[in-house]
């Protein structure tokens, strides 16, 4: 998942909201750059007996998945069949789901599917296509997982068929209103698979352990469009029903829908981009660069496997940077800068089409397995593309964005292969496993050389391709490899460490950018009267050195101070979505009134979790938790049930 971003005055008009706009995505924290995690909320320290509780505490067990409810260790659903009719007035998805699986032994208990708010009118089961009505019963329900729909099955059944209908609020489905959307004439409706949320809107086995392969009939108003993260096809007929087909198999996080009046533009011969007419042609010139990105993948990494790789450019309300869904990602709009500054986030859910998407986290403790490996080669991206100084910038800013991150934490929540029983799996989006498992992979790089690593990355992306694996198999395959291959320079202990340990191991690499070595000492001089503001030369800044030079002030400002900075480089009404809010969070911090009407503005106009949270939390920390609430209840009706979750918990606690 995950995060950047960025928008036009016209951008900001073109989607004036009444709400506001997280793998995240749901992405990171503090306030930085990254194309990565939707920041998370720490966890509170533990009590003395909770710790003396969780020294005696088993490790989780590996390769299980504590947040599915499904029974997969008797049967594996391989190929979905949906037929969905989407209802705009009732803000409900009803139809089939019918599920072929694969039996795992000679018992037979009942399928047990994950659910979560779903209807289940009727429930058939069979063979082939000789299907006959059977018992089910919904079982009992958990807070953070769903309720699991117990089918009994006839022998011998390798299918069944499930009707049903989803809530109105469902976790994983967002339904916009006209006057939500840049059109501002036709409804929008996009679905968040990711961590856990399919089971919202299909009743599956929700694991990352699970793929399967899917086709669809999606039914429509007659004037939308439907797309999935499928074989789109952007010549069909604006009639109202359309066929899907996903041949290659995915995990059930990876399934995704969007339905509003979209069009498509192409940017090379394999990618484009799915958009309101209104934003379509920023789009696809920003993201112009995607086709190269991809080429250049491929001739480190191996081959594109997914036929296309196209993007779907949401409303403002989409609560993550971007979601990886295969041939399609889910793009917010906040990343149109005008001049290509964000575009790190296109790399990176593009590098998911190797890393998380080819191969996959078997469960949400390991998905450093996916992030990490994909911030890494975010960066790769970028350098291949912009040149070194923009690689090195990136670097250094995740480097920051990690340091930010282990201050936050308490120790259990710095391991990469974290454990969460018991927790909400969203919780475990942080840059902990995104720009930790990046920064680990980095040193791995340094120790055995560019070209060797990049071999073994081919290996292993080929090695693994379709399959789920978990933090420990990626351990074994590295005693088989690199391991054995470079028992001079790398040790397995330390790889323990990276993996299982909290904080970063000492002597581990620290990016660095010249780019910023300037920075310093003109913000240092500013702060200290020997330069003013309007005299700072920021001619051939970058979007990622003015992220730096603010995100590097002290926590507290004078009035005067800000005013000054404000006057010189008019940050109150900055378009770049990244450097307004970074100067927001200056702002609240300091009381800042001029910047007021912005942040009202910014916060009921932007859905994504990575810009949200932390004003949020900077609003209650300075005392201003009724400010927070009144801005919170104007924008929560264009919020996604996600971003209203977390941010709920901020305004007004744990128990909301």
Known sequence: MLPRILTTSLLASAFALAVGCSKSEPAPEPEAARPAAEDKEAAA?????????????????????YHSLANTGDYRVEHLDLDLTVDFERKILEGEARLQF?????????????????????????????????????????????TPLEIQLPKNATAVAIRYQTSPDASGVQWLEPQQTAGGEYPFLFTQAQAIHARSFVPLQDSPQVRL????????????????????????????????????????????????????????????????????DDAAKEFEDTESMLEATEKVYGPYRWDRYDLLILPPSFPFGGMENPRLSFIT?????????????????????????????????????????????????????????RYRMEMALGYDDLQAALEDKPDSDEIMAIDLRGRDPDEVFSNIPYEKGSLFLYELEQKIGRENFDQF???????????????????????????????????????????????????APHPQSDAF?????????????????ADIDTGDWTYHQWKYFLDGMP???????????????????????????????????????????????FLTSIGRNKFLRPLYRNLVENGEREKAA?????????????????NSQIIYGDDQ
């Open 555 to 601: 926590e507290k400002l004078s009035d005067e101070q800000l005013q000054e900075l404000d006057g010189a480089f008019d940050l109150t009404e900055s378009k770049n979505n990244e450097i307004a809010f970074s100067w927001l969070m200056i702002a609240v911090r300091n009381d800042y009134e001029p910047a007021n009407a912005r942040l009202e503005d």
């Open 457 to 507: 990355l081919l290996d292993y992306f080929n090695e693994f391709s379709f399959q789920s694996i978990n933090t420990e198999d990626f351990v074994s395959y590295l005693q088989k490899t690199l391991l054995a291959q470079y028992p001079d320079k790398l040790d397995e202990a330390r790889i323990r460490e990276w993996i299982f340990e909290p904080g970063i191991p000492e002597g």
């Open 45 to 65: 320290p533990a009590t003395e007996k909770a710790d003396k509780e969780k020294a005696g505490k088993k490790s989780p067990e590996s390769g299980v998945d």
């Open 630 to 646: 009144r801005i919170f209840e104007q924008a929560k009706p264009g919020y996604h049930p996600l971003t209203v979750k977390v």
């Open 213 to 280: 392969t899917y086709n669809a009939t999606i039914r429509t108003p007659e004037n939308l469009r439907a797309v999935m993260s499928a074989d789109n096809d952007p010549e069909a007929e604006i009639d109202g029903v359309y066929e899907f087909e996903m041949p290659q198999p995915i995990p059930s996080y990876l399934l995704a829908l969007a339905v509003g009046d979209l069009e498509f533009k192409p940017m090379g011969e394999r990618t484009g981009v799915y958009a309101e007419a209104e934003i379509l």
């Open 517 to 533: 070595s300037k920075i310093d000492p003109v913000r240092q001089q500013w702060l200290d009267d020997e330069i003013a503001a």
């Open 333 to 389: 709009p906040t990343v149109i800068a005008g001049d290509k500054s964000l575009v790190a986030l296109i790399a990176h859910e593009l590098a998911h089409s190797w890393s998380g998407n080819l191969v996959t986290n078997a469960s949400w403790r390991d998905l450093w397995l996916n992030e990490g490996f994909t911030t890494y080669l975010t960066n790769r991206i970028m350098q291949n593309i912009y040149g070194d100084e």
């Open 102 to 146: 694969k039996r795992l032994n000679d018992k037979n208990p009942p399928l047990v599917l994950d659910t979560r708010g779903l209807e289940i009118e009727a429930v058939e089961a069979g063979h082939g296509d000789t299907l006959e009505p059977v018992k089910f019963a919904m079982g009992e329900t958990d807070p953070h997982l769903g």
